[in-house]
C-alpha cells in the first residue's frame, strides 16, 4: 500500500509546485505571451539612434559610392520565416534591401514585419545569383511555382547589419 500513496503523494505535489498562481486568471496568462512574443528590442551589438540616415540618402550614396557605412532607420518588410536570419526593407526607389546580420552572429525576432527598425553596419550594391535567391524565397515560404519561376540572377541592395534596434510600431 505505501509503494502506491507515496508515488501518488509526489506526483499531487508535483502538480500544485509547476501550477502558476495566476492560472486561474485567464486574461493574465494571456498577456505575459502577447508581451514576450513582442518583437522590440536591441539586437546584435548594443547601438543607438545617433546621427540616422533616411533610406534616400543610402540609396544615393550608393549610386555614386560602392559602399555606405553607417545607420540608417526603415521599415521591416518581410524576415525569414525560418530563423529570423535575414530581412528585407523597401527603399524609396521602388527596390527592396535585404538586410544580413554580420557572421550570422544574431537573429531578429521572425514576428517583426511591419514594424520600424535602425540598423547599423555596410550597405552595397550587388549581384545575388538564382541559388541564393531561390533559397531566400523559400526561406520567406514562397510557393514552389514562385520559386522555380526565378531564373536570373538579380542585382539589388546589400545591407550587413552589426546592430538592430526593432521599435514598437504603436
Known sequence: MKKVILPALILIAASFAC??????????????????????????????????????????????QDEFEGKVVGEIKEVCSMKGCWMTIDLPNGQTMRVTFKDYGFFVPKNSHGYPVIIEGIASKKVTDVATLKHYAEDAGKSQEEIDAITEPKQEYAFEAVGVIIRDNA
Open 19 to 64: 501550477t502558476s498562481p495566476n492560472s486561474s486568471k485567464v486574461g493574465s496568462q494571456e498577456e505575459v505571451v502577447k508581451e514576450e512574443s513582442k518583437p522590440t528590442g536591441i539586437f546584435g551589438a548594443e547601438i543607438d539612434d545617433n546621427g540616422l540616415v533616411s533610406l534616400d540618402q543610402l540609396v544615393a550614396t550608393l549610386e555614386s
